[in-house]
């Protein structure tokens, strides 16, 4: 059941749900470290095979410090996704204020080559913390 942090967009035909987490165990509250888990699913509603390339994270503090990461694949991998499948991970991101937002794009290619970007919808960081 979606919650209101997460996140949900198609482009293409490419469906990117996005489900954060709080990780009060990893983190360290009086040190301002908030660790958020977030888990993936991309799923391919299209009629052809598609490859991710790359990652662009766009993050947003509470204080409104932008950080821009990009890089190859997710959690080191390239994977094709083909028509009815979904590939699925989950990966982690540091804060230091109790909230942010997170959101960006990933670049696929088609077998015959075009590339194109596919929307990763902005989704909430927000800690559950007990001040």
Do not use: K
Request: glycine share 10%; charged share 20%.
């Amino acid at each position: 059941m979606p919650t209101p942090t997460d996140s949900v967009a198609v482009t293409r035909d490419i469906r990117v749900t996005v489900q954060p987490t709080y990780e009060p165990d990893h983190s360290e509250p009086v040190e301002n470290r908030y660790i958020f888990s977030y888990h993936v699913t991309i799923r391919n509603e299209g009629e052809g095979p598609v490859t991710l390339l790359n990652r662009h994270w766009i993050i947003i503090n509470g204080e409104g410090d932008r950080e821009e990461v990009t890089g190859p694949g997710v959690v080191g991998f390239t994977p094709t996704i083909n028509p009815g499948e979904e590939f699925d991970y989950s990966s982690y991101c540091p804060l230091n204020t109790v909230f942010g937002t997170m959101e960006g794009s990933y670049g696929m290619v088609t077998p015959q080559g075009e590339s194109f970007e596919v929307e990763i919808g902005r989704f909430y960081l927000v800690a559950e913390t007990q001040l």
